[in-house]
């Protein structure tokens, strides 16, 4: 029988503190009602003092490994996911490895931005089916908070990110055949992922880098280049064609239809873009998982938060086939077919 990557814990953590959209219009020229319109978000959770991206992960590590009921010293594989690590490097895969006291195992960061849950979990399945890793933490955790500008030039960015994290403690298992679509198998059933660099400068933190200049110099600390720059209409534009075609694509070459998923789990970037890839493919409302409005766009760490929620709400039980979704900075763009 060949190997599965099933999902056997999965943990959210994310800040006390609770931002609303009006908290932000006391600090910049912007509105509840502009937000709430455009994007969906109604309140998002900031770190408060500084609280590292490696901190939440440990938080939510500490939560999926609980759930999995594996002992640390179990897991001998981490991959880490997040665009805001603690340090320019090492990436937060190492910390993980230290701050939850696990063995000296392969410590691996993916850099796919809002695509590092389907990244992650693309990598991990690979790894788990080739023999590679039998019990891997796949963590995505996210600090922005600290990088945006709160005036109103900055409003544009500002009011669409959070912060938090997520993490999946994924296993391999022998094929399970279970009745329906998807090879009937438990656990990951299929990944596809796409990139396009040519978008790369539409949204990104441009310095410091090797591409600068001086590096960080004083002209880099004047400049806006240290904070995440958008070019919101056209990344918009983008991550409705590309999830939108993903989606299709993955459902069609593993032979599954749209009533067939009982969870869509896309990237939570703005829920106008969710809706039309919902219309797209045909899903009622209650097959799609979307938490926006409480925690805005946190990244990497979007989709293993609404995994977790779903979990908690019991809207995501064991047999159910699960699609996630996202499109991020770089561009990236990808999808995860799996049976819960
Ligand atoms: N409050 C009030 N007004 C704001 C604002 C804010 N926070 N941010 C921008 N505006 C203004 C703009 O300046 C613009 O004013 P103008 O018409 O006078 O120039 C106006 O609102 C409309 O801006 P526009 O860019 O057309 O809005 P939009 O409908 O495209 O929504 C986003 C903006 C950012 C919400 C939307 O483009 C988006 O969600 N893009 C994709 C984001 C994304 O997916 N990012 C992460 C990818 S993983």
């Not at 994310?14 to 937000?35: C, F, G, H, Y």
């Given at each position: 029988?060949?190997?599965?990557?099933?999902v056997r814990g999965v943990g959210h953590f994310v800040?006390?503190?609770?931002?609303?959209?009006?908290?932000?219009?006391?600090?910049?020229?912007?509105?509840?009602?502009?937000?709430?319109?455009?994007?969906?978000?109604?309140?998002?959770r900031?770190?408060?003092?500084?609280?590292?991206?490696?901190?939440l992960g440990v938080h939510a590590a500490k939560l999926a490994i609980e759930q999995a009921?594996?002992?640390?010293?179990?897991?001998?594989?981490?991959?880490?996911a997040?665009?805001?690590?603690?340090?320019?490097?090492?990436?937060?895969?190492?910390?993980?490895?230290?701050?939850?006291?696990?063995?000296?195992?392969?410590?691996?960061?993916?850099?796919?931005?809002?695509?590092?849950l389907?990244?992650g979990l693309?990598?991990?399945?690979?790894?788990?089916?080739?023999?590679?890793?039998?019990?891997?933490l796949l963590v995505c955790a996210e600090?922005?908070?600290?990088?945006?500008?709160?005036?109103?030039?900055?409003?544009?960015?500002?009011?669409?990110?959070g912060?938090g994290a997520g993490a999946l403690v994924l296993?391999?298992?022998?094929?399970?055949?279970?009745?329906?679509?998807?090879?009937?198998?438990?656990?990951?059933?299929?990944?596809?992922?796409?990139?396009?660099?040519?978008?790369?400068?539409?949204?990104?933190?441009?310095?410091?880098?090797?591409?600068?200049?001086?590096?960080?110099?004083?002209?880099?600390?004047?400049?806006?280049?240290?904070?995440?720059?958008?070019?919101?209409?056209?990344?918009?534009?983008?991550?409705?064609?590309?999830?939108?075609?993903?989606?299709?694509?993955?459902?069609?070459?593993?032979?599954?239809?749209?009533?067939?998923?009982?969870l869509?789990i896309?990237h939570q970037?703005?829920?106008?873009?969710?809706?039309?890839?919902?219309?797209?493919?045909?899903?009622?409302?209650?097959?799609?998982f979307n938490n926006i409005?409480r925690y805005?766009?946190t990244?990497a760490a979007t989709i293993p938060i609404c995994m977790s929620e779903a979990v908690e709400q019991g809207r995501l039980k064991?047999?159910d086939?699960v699609?996630t979704?996202?499109?991020?900075?770089?561009?990236?763009?990808?999808?995860?077919?799996l049976?819960w």
């Amino acid at each position: 029988m060949a190997l599965h990557t099933v999902v056997r814990g999965v943990g959210h953590f994310v800040p006390e503190q609770v931002v609303t959209n009006d908290d932000l219009a006391r600090l910049m020229d912007t509105s509840d009602e502009w937000i709430r319109e455009r994007t969906g978000i109604q309140e998002r959770r900031f770190v408060q003092n500084v609280t590292p991206a490696s901190e939440l992960g440990v938080h939510a590590a500490k939560l999926a490994i609980e759930q999995a009921g594996v002992s640390p010293t179990a897991v001998d594989y981490v991959i880490a996911a997040t665009l805001s690590p603690d340090y320019y490097f090492p990436g937060i895969g190492t910390l993980l490895q230290h701050k939850l006291g696990l063995q000296h195992v392969p410590a691996l960061d993916v850099r796919a931005q809002c695509s590092g849950l389907v990244y992650g979990l693309a990598v991990a399945d690979s790894l788990i089916r080739a023999g590679a890793a039998k019990t891997l933490l796949l963590v995505c955790a996210e600090v922005q908070s600290i990088v945006l500008d709160f005036s109103t030039s900055g409003r544009d960015t500002a009011v669409l990110f959070g912060d938090g994290a997520g993490a999946l403690v994924l296993a391999a298992e022998e094929g399970q055949s279970l009745p329906g679509p998807g090879n009937g198998v438990r656990g990951v059933i299929d990944s596809l992922l796409g990139s396009d660099g040519s978008g790369a400068e539409l949204l990104c933190v441009e310095a410091p880098g090797s591409g600068t200049p001086g590096f960080l110099s004083q002209e880099v600390v004047n400049s806006a280049k240290w904070r995440p720059r958008m070019d919101g209409r056209q990344v918009f534009k983008h991550a409705v064609t590309r999830m939108g075609d993903t989606a299709e694509a993955i459902l069609q070459r593993n032979g599954v239809g749209a009533e067939d998923i009982a969870l869509l789990i896309p990237h939570q970037a703005n829920l106008r873009i969710n809706e039309a890839v919902r219309e797209r493919l045909g899903l009622r409302p209650e097959q799609v998982f979307n938490n926006i409005e409480r925690y805005g766009n946190t990244t990497a760490a979007t989709i293993p938060i609404c995994m977790s929620e779903a979990v908690e709400q019991g809207r995501l039980k064991q047999g159910d086939l699960v699609l996630t979704l996202a499109f991020g900075a770089g561009f990236t763009w990808g999808a995860n077919l799996l049976r819960w």
